[in-house]
Nanobody, 115 residues
Framework: QVQLVESGGGLVQAGGSLRLSCAASGSIFSGNAMGWYRQAPGKQRELVAAVSSGGVINYADSVKGRFTISFNNAKNTMYLQMNSLKSEDTAVYYC?????????WGQGTQVTVSS
């Protein structure tokens, strides 16, 4: 059973930074599609940053130039570095992986940006 566990969320002032981590229970990131999504209250879950199985990275227009997705395969961990945070970045952030034809989601971590 694949498990994804996010950490690193919290309360930060506008303009600040946070780094989210997503630890996987096994080596599921390498060569598979994975990424970060977020869901704000009353809104649908949306893509923040993702990497295709072919290694192509895609960012939402709203976070380009501010957020960076990265990986440490030795630690089975995916990261999302978030800089220049805005109040509109407030949401629950989820990590995701598509592995062996199944979708896996973490439990989510809350990010709150105060203006």
């Amino acid at each position: 059973q694949v498990q994804l566990v996010e950490s690193g969320g919290g309360l930060v002032q506008a303009g600040g930074s946070l780094r989210l981590s997503c630890a996987a229970s096994g080596s599921i990131f390498s060569g598979n599609a994975m990424g970060w999504y977020r869901q704000a209250p009353g809104k649908q879950r949306e893509l923040v940053a993702a990497v295709s199985s072919g290694g192509v990275i895609n960012y939402a227009d709203s976070v380009k130039g501010r957020f960076t997705i990265s990986f440490n395969n030795a630690k089975n961990t995916m990261y999302l570095q978030m800089n220049s945070l805005k109040s509109e970045d407030t949401a629950v952030y989820y990590c995701h992986s598509f592995f062996r034809w199944s979708n896996y989601w973490g439990q989510g971590t809350q990010v709150t940006v105060s203006s």
